[in-house]
């Protein structure tokens, strides 16, 4: 297992470099200048020689490979990803002021989708072997089809819509009217804060909480048709004693690699949520750079995006072996074998 973890680990560095490098190259292929975005209209009243110190300080002036190892000897190594073109800030002060706002609401989304998703999943299997239940089972699996097929951020303005106009939702802010970098409410006030973060929180976790659904749906009819379960309920266990104690644990493989990829994508449709909602997050931080040409920013969000979803993978990969005896049996004849 440890050897799992340091190999990929390994594996991942290179991957970091690659992302970086055809990063840095779409990002410099973008239209527009830095320096014109950060100065705007007061361009018309600076001299070109001033221009060309903003140039020269930002390394605008140098060919893009000097820019890269300039980003790399400057930024990388020096542990703080550069420095912001917006306010000359490091860019790891900033993405730090903006990250509890995005943890706060991407851990919502997360609980959100996978205790509603798990329980909406098993549900529908459930009302699919009761007689009188298939009706509303075909309603709720069209509805999980709806909500994964429905862009995020529809939805997201669908539900600002709506929510102005239904009185239960009168106390439930819609926006986040919080800055950068500090809580919503008062810190001692935990139930209040959970009124900002629950309609972007749900928003986004819509589309993934009606994914896991039908992946539970799908994952427990398969093990049901299995004939392990015919054996048991010959023997007389019960259907609902036979799903919770010997389906649900065969079901939970592919499930954990789906968690595995759930907190990576959560984050990257949190970018046009947070911008839909106002969230002061990660994901409006990148929308806001990209529309300002900060590009030791945009930089960092890539790098940091790219190597959440390596290491969520290892995670997944590692939480299955822990989890199905015959995937951790198979892996270390597979390294045993890979050593003799």
């Known amino acids: 297992m440890l050897e799992l973890l340091l ?3 390994l594996q991942a560095v290179p991957l970091l470099v690659i992302l970086s490098i055809v990063t840095f190259a779409a990002v410099l292929s973008l239209p527009g200048d830095p320096v014109d975005v950060l100065v705007g209209n007061a361009q018309k009243d600076m001299a070109p020689a001033e221009i060309q110190v903003l140039r020269q300080e930002f390394g605008l002036d140098k060919s893009p490979v000097e820019q890269y190892f300039l980003w790399l000897s400057n930024g990388v190594l020096k542990g703080n990803l550069g420095r912001s073109y917006k306010d000359g800030r490091p860019v790891v002060t900033i993405i730090l002021e903006r990250l509890p706002s995005t943890i706060r609401l991407v851990a919502t989304a997360l609980f959100l989708a996978f205790g509603t998703g798990m329980v909406w999943g098993l549900s529908m299997v459930i009302l699919k072997q009761s007689p009188i239940g298939k009706w509303l089972e075909a309603a709720l699996f069209l509805v999980a089809l709806v909500l994964y097929s429905a862009p995020g951020f529809w939805i997201g303005f669908l539900v600002l819509t709506m929510a102005g106009r239904i009185s239960v939702l009168g106390d439930v802010p819609l926006l986040a009217v919080h800055e950068a970098g500090s809580p ?7 139930l209040s804060a959970i009124w900002y973060v629950l309609l972007p929180a749900t928003v986004l976790s819509l589309r993934r909480m009606a994914k896991i659904a039908l992946f539970v749906r799908a994952a427990t ?6 004939e392990y379960v015919t054996t048991a309920l010959g023997k007389g266990l019960s259907r609902i004693r036979v799903l919770t104690k010997h389906v649900l644990r065969n079901s939970l493989a592919p499930i954990i690699n789906l968690a595995g990829l759930s907190l990576p994508s959560l984050l ?7 911008t839909v909602f106002a969230w002061p997050g990660m994901g409006r931080l990148a929308v806001e750079s990209t529309f ?8 960092a969000l890539v790098l940091m995006y790219g190597a959440l979803v390596i290491f969520s993978n290892l995670a997944a990969d590692m939480l299955e072996l822990i989890n199905d ?3 951790r049996d198979a892996y270390l ?6 050593r003799t």
Not at 268 to 274: K, R
Not at 292 to 299: A, N, S, T, V
């Open 7 to 9: 190999r990929r680990c």
């Open 184 to 190: 919503p409410v008062n810190p001692t006030a935990a």
């Open 221 to 226: 009819l398969n093990e049901l048709a299995q």
């Open 268 to 274: 990257g449709g949190s970018v046009l949520i947070e």
């Open 292 to 299: 300002g040409r900060d590009y030791p920013m945009i930089l």
């Open 325 to 327: 005896p015959r995937r």
């Open 333 to 338: 004849a597979e390294v045993e074998g890979a």
